[in-house]
């Protein structure tokens, strides 16, 4: 049996804190469904991508990686979840900040759907206090954020930051 997990998030935009959670789940599962989420949350800072342009990034991203499938979400993940077959969900936690929000998450997606179980994987430590939003915030005042996020990125944050 071939085990796969599905990795949700909104990748607003994907960032190299994403990529290292990815990688490391390859290590432990037989392939990565990264499922990007057609709904966002109103609060976000600086330029935000929409869908297309989100969904088309993570793939342009995470073409040369093997076992990684990308596919949209706009309903509940565990919708999602029965769709695909593939009960286990992966999700970063980066500081104690994550957590409540995480654990509250986990919690009702097994509520909803007992077979889920949600696997916490922690990124190397220069990622864990890297978030989309400060990476599109310091985009968007015209600051370096290479070292954040993998080159198509930076250049689609470029190319929106244009004045
Ligand atoms: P959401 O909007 O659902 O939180 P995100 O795309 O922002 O989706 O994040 C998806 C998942 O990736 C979340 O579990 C989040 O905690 C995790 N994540 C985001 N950035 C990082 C990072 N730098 N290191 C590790 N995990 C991260």
Same mark, same amino acid.
Request: aromatic share 8%.
């Given at each position: 049996?071939? =085990?796969?997990?599905?990795?949700?998030?909104?990748?607003?935009?994907?960032?190299?804190?994403?990529?290292?959670?990815?990688?490391? =789940?390859?290590?432990?599962?037989?392939?990565?469904?990264?499922?990007?989420? =057609?709904?966002?949350?109103?609060?976000?800072?600086?330029?935000?991508?929409?869908?297309?342009? #989100?969904?088309?990034? +993570?793939?342009?991203?995470?073409?040369?990686?093997?076992?990684?499938? +990308?596919?949209?979400?706009? $309903? !509940?993940? +565990?919708?999602?979840?029965?769709?695909?077959?593939?009960?286990?969900?992966? #999700?970063? &936690? #980066?500081?104690? *900040?994550?957590?409540?929000?995480? !654990?509250?998450?986990?919690?009702?997606?097994?509520? !909803?759907?007992?077979?889920?179980?949600?696997?916490? &994987?922690?990124?190397?430590?220069?990622?864990?206090? !890297?978030?989309?939003?400060?990476?599109?915030?310091?985009? *968007?005042? $015209?600051?370096?954020?290479?070292?954040? +996020?993998? &080159?198509?990125?930076?250049? =689609? &944050?470029?190319?929106?930051?244009?004045?």
């Amino acid at each position: 049996m071939s =085990a796969k997990i599905i990795y949700p998030g909104t990748f607003d935009p994907i960032t190299n804190g994403h990529v290292d959670i990815i990688k490391r =789940a390859l290590n432990l599962f037989d392939g990565v469904i990264v499922a990007v989420s =057609a709904v966002t949350s109103a609060q976000k800072k600086g330029n935000n991508f929409d869908f297309t342009e #989100r969904f088309a990034l +993570v793939q342009n991203v995470l073409r040369q990686i093997p076992k990684i499938e +990308v596919c949209q979400f706009s $309903g !509940l993940l +565990v919708d999602l979840a029965r769709e695909k077959n593939v009960f286990s969900v992966l #999700r970063g &936690l #980066r500081a104690i *900040s994550d957590f409540e929000y995480e !654990l509250m998450l986990a919690d009702m997606n097994r509520r !909803l759907e007992p077979k889920i179980e949600t696997i916490f &994987l922690t990124p190397t430590e220069h990622y864990a206090y !890297l978030t989309a939003s400060m990476v599109r915030e310091i985009a *968007s005042l $015209g600051g370096d954020v290479s070292r954040f +996020v993998p &080159l198509e990125v930076c250049e =689609a &944050l470029k190319e929106k930051n244009k004045h």
